[in-house]
């Protein structure tokens, strides 16, 4: 089975701009959540979609936004990129079946760079 | 204001010890705590949630919420046990969740 893919895994913006990560979740699972991981502020969580409903929010501020798709594929896009939003931002996916048996797969990441 | 607590940055034990990753949260609803692991070079891994009341790869952890906490545990630590450690805290406001990382435990176990 596949795992958990994220494109591009490098990217590089410069401010001001508008960045759009994809994630592919594993076949199957219907929940997908996005995260943000920075040296100085760790990890973050920025929000959950299952089924193509955004389930649980962060608090990001509203520059931040995602997305899912029937297939389950999401996306997450940034407007107005600052130079804090440079990170590596995560997602994962599960089957989002509740009773929390499900395992949480994660992606490698995509390593955003605002200059 | 909803927080989780990892006091310890770094923690170091010797092959064979016992090994505690403390986590304290502080949240007025009823908590719904979790262990994530990153062992270098590779993904993050959602370790074990208190919901499930499971071990894996030894560890255990126990909510304790009289004195807020959800240390992890480990009788016996291995060398492969060494990673970073986040305790997370979902916290409720309205109809949705956000997830709150304490800010790692980084444990290194010694042979």
């Known amino acids: 089975k596949a795992g958990v893919t994220q494109t591009p895994r490098y990217l590089i913006k410069t401010r001001g701009q508008q960045v759009t990560l994809s994630c592919s979740p594993i076949?199957?699972?219907?929940?997908v959540s996005w995260y943000q991981q920075t040296p100085g502020q760790g990890l973050q969580f920025l929000f959950e979609y299952f089924s193509e409903t955004q389930r649980n929010k962060g608090n990001f501020p509203g520059r931040f936004s995602g997305r899912q798709f029937s297939n389950s594929r999401s996306e997450m896009n940034v407007s107005t990129l600052e130079l804090g939003d440079s990170a590596l931002y995560l997602c994962?996916?599960?089957?989002?079946?509740?009773?929390?048996?499900?395992?949480?797969?994660f992606g490698p990441g995509t390593r955003l760079t605002v200059l | 204001a909803q927080r989780v607590t990892q006091p310890e940055k770094l923690l170091s034990v010797f092959k064979g010890a016992p090994v505690e990753l403390k986590c304290n949260y502080s949240y007025s609803g009823s908590p719904e705590l979790f262990w994530y692991v990153q062992y270098s070079r590779q993904r993050l891994q959602l370790l074990l949630r208190?919901?499930s009341r499971e071990s894996i790869k030894g560890f255990t952890a126990d909510l304790n919420k009289g004195e807020t906490s959800f240390h992890l545990k480990k009788p016996f630590a291995q060398e492969e046990d060494s990673a970073m450690y986040y305790c997370?805290?979902?916290?409720?406001?309205?109809?949705?969740?956000?997830?709150?990382f304490g800010k790692g435990t980084k444990l290194s176990v010694k042979p």
């Open positions: 997370a805290l979902r916290a409720y406001g309205g109809s949705q969740g956000n997830l709150i």
């Open positions: 994962a996916s599960t089957t989002g079946s509740a009773g929390g048996k499900d395992t949480q797969y």
């Open positions: 208190h919901i």
């Open positions: 076949s199957g699972h219907r929940s």
